[in-house]
């Protein structure tokens, strides 16, 4: 058995086939992945892993140097992030989107923006709030090793490899 075999049970990382051979998923932290990095030597990289739902092989999507930002993820897809050190700028933008909602609607508008902010308020500090148009709100962790394109149906993970 080789160090990387016995480290990769010590942490309960699982072997799944990539169309570059054998990765290992499952990593607790990015840190804990750098650090076996590290330990295994330069045969040994972090890489980003993707698989559609329904396929068994998994594809390598490139070397990655920290966890995936749920924020810059959500950015791009055109979500509004929030962290709880986002009250006050919540409270601005919600303040600020009042002059577009007729009279009548502004303080259903308020109550629902309100206990968004109470959300946000008590997020803890890894936690981000997500909120897009076509969906609820949702909590979710800001850095993490894996998470599911639910829109498109593919799954990413963080892996270990030997290149």
């Known amino acids: 058995m080789t160090q990387f075999d016995n480290t990769s049970k010590e942490l309960g990382l699982s072997p799944v086939p990539t169309n570059h051979g054998q990765a290992w998923v499952g990593c607790p932290s990015f840190p ?76 259903a508008f308020m109550t629902q923006g309100m206990e968004t902010a109470d959300i946000i308020k008590n997020l803890n500090e890894e936690d981000v709030l997500i909120i897009k148009d076509d969906r609820e709100p949702f909590i979710v962790k800001r850095f993490t090793t894996e998470w599911n394109d639910e829109d498109n149906g593919i799954h990413y993970t963080i892996a270990i490899i030997k290149y």
């Open 32 to 107: 804990q992945a750098q650090k076996e990095v590290e330990l295994l030597g330069d045969d040994y990289q972090i890489v980003s892993l993707a698989q559609r739902n329904g396929e068994k092989i998994w594809r390598i999507e490139g070397e990655v140097y920290s966890p995936y930002d749920m924020v810059e993820i959500w950015t791009e897809r055109g979500a509004e992030c929030y962290t709880c050190t986002d009250y006050s700028l919540f409270l601005d933008n919600l303040k600020a989107s009042l002059d577009g909602i007729e009279e009548e609607d502004q303080e």
